[in-house]
């Protein structure tokens, strides 16, 4: 059974139940403990609860930031590609400016006030459902390693007519690559 269908069936059952003896409350409550497949105890329980509906009430502090902070938030923050919120928070101020200067309308002053008030903390908080999403990746200049690698040439020593300990060549290839590195410099 399903959470609805048995909340139906309860109702249905409640009103009988809560007017029965003694020896019909107990018949009653077999055969809901059958049909619903609850414990007897579990069935008193909800029978004898009022028809109460719960209220879904956020527990703790209410929130601070509306949508339209979050939302205006949200611009800047794409605005900058997506920058860190340790990194946007103190940059905030100027690029409120900036986007006003812009034509960006969702910047009042009330919502600028708050954005300045925001924390880092908070800030990532409020826009973890948008980095969730991703499909975003900054500019970068750093390649991946192995591209890097096969792009430096390397001169080792030729390991046939003579020994080398692994030591020595670790050390020339080292030495390789900051000549190689320094003279691309």
């Known amino acids: 059974m399903t959470r609805s269908s048995i909340r139906e069936y309860t109702e249905a059952v ?5 007017r029965a003896s003694k020896k019909e409350k107990s018949n009653i409550l077999d055969e809901f403990t059958k049909v619903t497949g609850y ?3 579990a069935a008193i329980r909800l029978l004898h609860r009022r028809n109460q509906h719960r209220v879904n009430k956020r527990c703790g502090r209410p929130q601070q930031y ?3 902070v979050v939302g205006a938030l949200r611009v800047a923050w794409e605005a900058t590609d997506r920058l860190c919120s340790k990194r946007l928070q103190p940059f905030l101020p100027e ?4 986007l006003r200067r812009h034509g960006n309308t969702t910047m009042t002053t009330e919502i600028e006030a708050q954005l300045y008030r925001m924390s880092p ?3 990532d908080r409020r826009l973890r459902p948008w ?3 991703g499909g975003h990746r900054p500019f970068t200049t750093t390649k991946p390693g192995s591209l890097l690698k096969s792009s430096i040439p390397i001169r080792a020593p030729s390991l046939t007519g003579r020994r080398t ?5 670790r050390l020339t290839w080292c030495l390789t690559v900051v000549i190689v590195a320094g003279a691309s410099t």
């Open 66 to 68: 509306g949508s339209t």
């Open 131 to 133: 980095r969730r999403l």
């Open 95 to 98: 690029l409120v400016k900036v």
């Open 165 to 169: 300990d692994l030591a020595s060549l």
């Open 14 to 18: 409640r009103g009988r139940y809560l």
């Open 121 to 123: 903390s908070t800030i």
């Open 39 to 41: 414990h007897r105890k």
